[in-house]
């Protein structure tokens, strides 16, 4: 007796092996379910036939072992589990080309690519959208199970009334919430794109103005205090009086930063020689940004005479100039 029949569109018999194995898998623990009959195993009740010329996979069931009213249910809930993995895992990510392609008009394979992984950042993994690593986080496999559950119930209902699946009509035309979903998912991550990319060409405007700056001082030691609180002081460690902004350098932070645009505008204005950041939060952002304007310019300091005192207790920073006399030194 055939249960029913999944066809997939594919030039080649991978894509129906896969399928197959995402059944089996699925299948496998059919018995505990089924139960064993008098004449035959629950393994034996119902099988699975691959069909390769065809790129088709049929369910069929044992007469008179194979109960459908009572072993239908379980069956088609197992198939409908296997198959939403096979579209989570195989074909999502053929979906998001697609939406990105089709509805955000994006054709350079790089941008796509790119927009891409954004995306698989947002629905998967912790990895930086310019990384190829995706580390998996608890949080996203549970919203990764929750759009297979949302699949494999409009399979299950399908299949428990029809012999015959077109996978991928079924995917095109039955999954409207599904779509909906990935399609919000990319407009996010190319939004994300955008931005990043704007991001990058303005940091490298900024090096530019960097590097075409004439030098000002030798060195600008900056002593970060936590979050984006900054002071500066220069070779002497006389702390420096805010300098007015450069109106090219003003013009530039006011349209493209916020919180970091101070500590990069001011630094750009007095435009020194070498820069020592003395912080105990190297890894912030605030710390890679600068590192990244400024480039052989910047060097981090997480431990030093000079600050110690402040490192040991920043509740105090009067102990911070404890030997000096502290000058306020204008540019």
């Not at 699949?151 to 409207?176: I, K, M, N, P, Q």
């Not at 990319?186 to 994300?192: C, F, I, L, S």
């Not at 006011?254 to 435009?271: G, P, Y």
């Amino acid at each position: 007796m055939e249960l029913f029949t999944i066809s997939v569109a594919s030039d080649t018999a991978e894509a129906i092996t896969r399928l197959h194995g995402y059944l089996s898998e699925e299948f496998a623990d059919l018995h505990s379910v089924l139960g064993d009959t008098p004449n035959a195993p629950a393994a034996d009740i119902v099988a699975l036939v691959p069909a390769f010329q065809s790129n088709e996979i049929s369910c069929t069931a044992a007469l008179p072992d194979f109960m459908l009213v009572e072993h239908g249910p379980p069956v088609y809930a197992k198939a409908a589990s296997a198959i939403a993995q096979y579209v989570i895992i195989e074909l999502e990510p053929l979906l998001l080309k697609a939406i990105i392609r089709k509805q955000f008009h994006y054709d350079e394979p790089n941008e796509v690519e790119t927009v891409e992984r954004y995306c698989q950042h947002v629905l998967h993994g912790t990895a930086s959208p310019s990384e190829k690593d995706i580390v998996y986080t608890d949080i996203h496999h549970t919203d990764r199970e929750r759009r297979k559950s949302k699949v494999a119930e409009e399979l299950e209902l399908y299949l428990s009334t029809s012999t015959r699946l077109h996978l991928d009509g079924f995917v095109t035309f039955r999954l409207s919430a599904y779509w909906e979903e990935l399609r919000e998912i990319v407009a996010y991550a190319v939004d994300e794109y955008v931005m990043d990319r704007q991001y990058q060409e303005f940091i490298s405007l900024l090096k530019y103005f960097v590097r075409i700056q004439e030098v000002k001082l030798p060195i600008v030691h900056v002593l970060h205090k936590g979050d984006n609180e900054f002071a500066l002081y220069d070779e002497r460690y006389q702390l420096l009086d805010a300098a007015p902004v450069d109106v090219i350098v003003a013009e530039m932070m006011e349209s493209e930063m916020n919180m970091e645009d101070m500590i990069v505008s001011t630094l750009i204005t007095v435009s020194p020689e070498q820069i020592v950041i003395h912080t105990r939060y190297p890894d912030q952002p605030i710390m890679r940004t600068l590192e990244t304007i400024f480039e052989h310019r910047v060097k981090l300091c997480t431990d030093c005479g000079h600050f110690g005192a402040y490192f040991e207790d920043a509740q105090e920073p009067v102990k911070l100039l404890s030997s000096k006399t502290t000058i306020i030194r204008r540019i």
